[in-house]
C-alpha cells in the first residue's frame, strides 16, 4: 500500500488528471511542498490534533499537515474535480483524512470536534469564515493558520495608526493574539494571484483574556469606522442615542477624547467603550 511519500507530485497529478485552476473559485495553488510544509509546522504540534482543511484543492497542504503528524484532518471542497485527488491522499495517510465535499461557509467546525484551522482561504470568502471563527461561542479553536492576500493579512493585525487598522483587527484583538508569520510572494502559487499573500498566526486568548461581548464590540466599531475620518463625537452619536448614554461622557469613561478618531482608539479602549454601554 502506498504512504504519502510514494504519492506522484502535485504538478504530476494535476496534469495527469487534466485539471486545471478555475478562478471563479479562487484556485490559486501551492504545488512547492517546501512551502506547504512550512505552513503545516505554524500549526505546531498536531499528534493529538484534529484539524481542519477549507479548501485543499489538489491536496498540497493537506498531505503537508499529514506528514507533520495530524492525528486527523477534515477537508472541506467544494469543487468536486479534486475528490478523486484527495482521496489517495486519504488512503495514503491511513485515513486520517476525511473529505467533505461543500461550502466551508456551512459546516460547524465545533460539530466535528475541529481544534485548530489550517487554510490557504479562497480569498472571496476567507474574511466571512475568520469572522465566523473569531465570533464562535464558546471558540471551538486553540490556533487558526490561514493564508489570504497580504492587504487581507495586514487588516487582521493591524494596531492603532495603521492604515490597514479597522474592524477586523479590534475583533480579532478582542479573542485572539495574532502575527504574521510568513509572506507568500505571488509567483510561488499555481497560476499566480495579482497580489502577494501572507500566512497569519491565531492563537485564542486565555479565557479570562477574552472580551466576551463581541456583538456589542461590532455594533459601536461599525458606527465609528463607517465614517472613519469623523471625530468619535460625530461618528458615534446615533450608537449613544440608541443606549441611552452621553457621548462625551461614555467616550471619556472608556479614557478616549471625543475630538478622537476611530482609527486612534485602541482594542482595549473599544473594549471598555462596549463594557460600559
Ligand atoms: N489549498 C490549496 C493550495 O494551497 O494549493 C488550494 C487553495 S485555493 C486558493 C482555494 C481552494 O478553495 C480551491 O480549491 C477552491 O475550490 C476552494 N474553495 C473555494 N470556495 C470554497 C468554499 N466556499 N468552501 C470550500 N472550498 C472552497
New binding site residues.
Given amino acids: 500500500m502506498s504512504t504519502l511519500s510514494d504519492l506522484p507530485s502535485l504538478a504530476a497529478t494535476l496534469a495527469a488528471n487534466g485539471l486545471r485552476a478555475?478562478k471563479r473559485?479562487?484556485?490559486?495553488?501551492?504545488?512547492d511542498a517546501n512551502i506547504?510544509d512550512r505552513i503545516a509546522r505554524l500549526t505546531g504540534d498536531l499528534t493529538d490534533v484534529h484539524v481542519m482543511?477549507?479548501?485543499?484543492?489538489?491536496?498540497?497542504?493537506?498531505r503537508s499537515l499529514l506528514m507533520c503528524g495530524a492525528k486527523a484532518v477534515t477537508a472541506?471542497?467544494?469543487?468536486s474535480r479534486?475528490l478523486p485527488l484527495l482521496e489517495d491522499v486519504a488512503r495514503a495517510s491511513d485515513n486520517r483524512l476525511t473529505i467533505i465535499e461543500?461550502?466551508?461557509?456551512k459546516v460547524d467546525p465545533a460539530t466535528l470536534g475541529v481544534t485548530r484551522i489550517a487554510?490557504?482561504?479562497?480569498?472571496?470568502?476567507g474574511t466571512k469564515m475568520l469572522t465566523n471563527w473569531l465570533t464562535s461561542s464558546p471558540p471551538f479553536w486553540d490556533r487558526l493558520v490561514l493564508?489570504f492576500q497580504k492587504e487581507v493579512a495586514e487588516r487582521v493585525v493591524a494596531r492603532p495608526g495603521d492604515s490597514a487598522y479597522g474592524r477586523l483587527a479590534i475583533l480579532t484583538a478582542a479573542v485572539a493574539s495574532s502575527h504574521i508569520a510568513m509572506s507568500v510572494p505571488a509567483h510561488c502559487?499555481t497560476p499566480p494571484p495579482k497580489v502577494d499573500s501572507a500566512v497569519v498566526v491565531l492563537d485564542l486568548l486565555p479565557k479570562d483574556q477574552r472580551f466576551k461581548d463581541l456583538k456589542t464590540l461590532s455594533e459601536i466599531t461599525a458606527g465609528a469606522f463607517n465614517q472613519r475620518r469623523k471625530m468619535l463625537r460625530q461618528s458615534l452619536k446615533s450608537v449613544a442615542k440608541r443606549h441611552g448614554v452621553v457621548l462625551e461622557d461614555w467616550l471619556r469613561g472608556a479614557g478616549i477624547e471625543p475630538t478622537q478618531r476611530a482609527e486612534t482608539v485602541t482594542p482595549e479602549q473599544w473594549q471598555a467603550l462596549a463594557k460600559t454601554i
Fill in positions: 478555475d473559485l479562487g484556485q490559486h495553488f501551492l504545488l506547504t482543511e477549507i479548501g485543499p484543492g489538489p491536496g498540497g497542504l493537506t472541506v471542497e467544494m469543487d479534486f461543500g461550502d466551508g461557509l487554510a490557504n482561504l479562497p480569498y472571496n470568502v493564508m502559487f
